[in-house]
T-cell receptor, first 116, second 112 residues
């Protein structure tokens, strides 16, 4: 079946540090890949997405590139801010040619804390 | 457009009771998915509805059920509540042919 593995957390950084959160996946075909962010007490917000190999998703200074050869979708940001403190989830949606309608498979989440 | 809305936001129930949660998708979205989020199990898929039909279901017992109405609003029901059902329940909507699910703020259920 499909699965997503994220790097172990939590991650603690100082403001303006470089961020990488690793994400690898297992899936057949060509899934779509997503990063969602969850702030305390809230639901999930879409951060960025990529739908085919070599696509780069980007938003608010965050980037991730869909690497099919390494089945990875690592999240990066060049300079984090205190306001980036949240839980980050990598997720995949199966190849639309299948029957897994509406089912996102999530990684376990990575808690990011950024100190001033 | 207004986002996905969920009601109620917080709920406290006792074991053995049942509960109904509601989700209103983004206008024009016809697919609604439900997820359970717990610290131990993370985010797990419950089911998905499209045009009032359940198209997909996760590995949850039959106590968990749902439905969708003709206006795409969806409800999920949990009967005979157990302590382990305490969780954040999230719904997400998706437009037909879209790749992205948009999530609501969730309903936090506490079972005592």
């Amino acid at each position: 079946g499909n699965s997503v593995t994220q790097m172990e957390g939590p991650v603690t950084l100082s403001e303006e540090a470089f961020l990488t959160i690793n994400c690898t996946y297992t899936a057949t075909g060509y899934p779509s890949l997503f990063w969602y962010v969850q702030y305390p007490g809230e639901g999930l917000q879409l951060l960025l997405k990529a739908t085919k190999a070599d696509d780069k998703g980007s938003n608010k200074g965050f980037e991730a590139t869909y690497r099919k050869e390494t089945t990875s979708f690592h999240l990066e940001k060049g300079s984090v801010q205190v306001s980036d403190s949240a839980v980050y989830f990598c997720a995949l949606e199966p190849d639309p040619g299948g029957t897994s309608y509406g089912k996102l498979t999530f990684g376990q989440g990575t808690i990011l804390t950024v100190h001033p | 457009k207004a986002g996905v809305t969920q009601t109620p936001r917080y709920l406290i129930k006792t074991r053995g009771q049942q509960v109904t949660l509601s989700c209103s998708p983004i206008s024009g979205h016809r697919s609604v998915s439900w997820y359970q989020q717990t610290p131990g199990q993370g985010l797990q898929f419950l089911f998905e509805y499209f045009s009032e039909t359940q198209r997909n279901k996760g590995n949850f017992p039959g106590r968990f059920s749902g439905r969708q109405f003709s206006n795409s609003r969806s409800e999920m029901n949990v009967s005979t509540l157990e302590l382990g059902d305490s969780a954040l329940y999230l719904c997400a909507s998706q437009d037909r042919g879209g790749e992205t699910q948009y999530f609501g703020p969730g309903t936090r259920l506490l079972v005592l």
